[in-house]
Each structure stands twice: as C-alpha cells, then as structure tokens.
C-alpha cells in the first residue's frame, strides 16, 4: 500500500530524530526540537558533533518540507509529537486529539461568522496543536497568542507554528498570571486539569478555593474571561466532572454572573484513551451590554467519529442550530 505524505514526512522526521536522541542521548521531545528547528532553518545547528553532522547532513537533504502542505505539516509533526509523548508521564505532555482539535475548529468558525479579523488566544497552548488545528478552520483569523509555562512544549511549539507558516505570538509564562495582552475575541483551551500550587497568586481569583489548592481547570476558566472582550466566545475542552466536582457551585455561580452557557457537548468515549480521560467542549460567550442568552443552549451528545452517518446527522442538527440560535 502506497504510503500517504503525512506517513513520508513523519517517517522522515521521526528517523532524524533517532540519530539524534540516539547520539545526544536526549529525550525524543527534546530531540525533535532539534529536528524541526533544523529543518525550519535548512541547516545543522554548528555545535553538531562531526560523526552525527553527516548523518543529519543526508537526513536534511532528503526533507523537503515546501512540498507538503500545511494540513500535511501539522499532522507528521503531530504523529512526532504523540510518539514523544508515549513515554512522557506528565500530565501536560498529552496532547489533543485530532478529531476533537478538528470539532473545535467547526465550533469557532460556527461562533465567529461573520466577524474579521477575529483576536485568538490560546492560555495553554501545549504544543499549539489545537490552536493551529483551529487557524487551519478560520478564515478570519486575526491577530493569534498563545502560552505555555512548559519550555519543552512551547519550544515545540513555536517550531510547530513556524513550519506551518502561523503567525501566532507566544507567551512563556505561568498563564495564570497577568499578561500584556489585548482582549480577545476567541479563546480556544485544552484546559490543564489539577491543582494549582501558587496559592498566593490563586487568591487574586473570584473562584479560588476557600480551603486548601484551587483547581487549575477553574482559575483557567476565569483568566481567559478577564481577557476576553464582552461579547467573546470562549470554547473550552473540559474534562467531563467539571460541573460535578466538590468546587462545581462556585464555577455555577461565577458562570451565570459572568458568561451565556451557548453549548455542551460531550465527546465520544472512544476518542480517549480511558473513561477517566473522557471531556466534553464547553461553550461561553462573555456577558457584555448587547449579549442575551440563547433561548435553548445546544447541548450534544457526539456519536462516535468513525460513525459517519450518525456524524452526519448531528453536523446537520448542530448546522441548524447556529442558523436558528446565532444569525450575527
């Protein structure tokens, strides 16, 4: 079976960043950082050892990376990234599913109709793998932010947007403090889920705990409202306890004074690893002085994405609910 250009370029990327990790001894993410940051400048970084030069020359020689297109591109960095990720334990280091970067692609297209130039941020941007899936969706994107307090990841990052061709400003930072930032009329999040360890800083939140470690998933929540502009739309991946867990009646209350509910949907078991791993998308739109709230949110139960048919027949209902529910 004839091999697809996401396959041929993955197997390219993955096999220099083999002889690298082999010869650096560095891990596989920190190898591929080297890889794709070669391959963006065209050339070997000069501190390259003679015996691996070689090797990387012959490697570099074979990438041509202006013959793929941008889709092609995201997705073997992508494959890169995951088989890094295997072996990593952290929490942080699990990346997005495809299919649901794709859906919250469709989501923000569907939310931001009509607008241009629309300002994007992305408060935890991990590898910027569900950002640039959702740029990849939005022809009106405008200005694009995204950061991540991992260095690994953001260096990852960058590289991933550079060889895309996305124009997207980075933050490496602690995204739960202040940013010089502009509000924004769309933010995407892939929400960290866990405690947040800095309590000082938790305590500048409306929604911090009122005993013991905040939930880092619920302060994200409020950050990315104090930058959104009224009238903004924010679409989180949520994990699927966040209205339900021993903190939920603060999150209800600060929701309903601060932002429209415009939709849940609750994602296939099957695009996750595990139960446990299961999350839903969580829709708001911020609260400004010509917001109301929908009459019915939309609220989903999405079929499993290898059912074509029934992913057809929900597409369809969602479709028609925005036409009804947000003609902007």
Known sequence: MEKTDVELLFEQIDNTTENIQQYKNETYLDSLAITLEMIFDQQLPETTEPELKEKLQRDIGQLEVSAYGTTEIRKAVQLAMLKGMKGATQQQHLMTPETVALFVGYLADKVTAGQKN?????PASGTANLLTAVLGQLENA???SASEVDPTLIKLAVL???LQQQEIEFFHQDSLRPFLLDP??????????????DDIRANDFELKADEGL?????LFIEQSMNYTA?????????PEFLFD????DKLHAYLQENAHIVGVLQLP???FKSEKNRKSILILQKQGPETEAVKQPLLVQVPSFKDTKAMDDILAQMNAWFAENMNQ
């Not at 629309?118 to 992305?122: A, L, S």
């Not at 905040?214 to 619920?218: A, D, E, L, V, W």
């Open 118 to 122: 629309i300002r994007i941020f992305d």
């Open 142 to 144: 405008g200005t694009v």
């Open 160 to 162: 991933n947007a550079n």
């Open 184 to 197: 924004v009329d769309l933010v995407v999040s892939d929400l960290p889920v866990g405690y947040y360890p």
């Open 214 to 218: 905040s939930y880092s998933h619920h």
């Open 230 to 238: 009224p009238g903004g739309y924010l679409i989180f991946v949520i």
């Open 245 to 248: 867990s021993d903190q939920s």
């Open 269 to 271: 078991e099957t695009a």
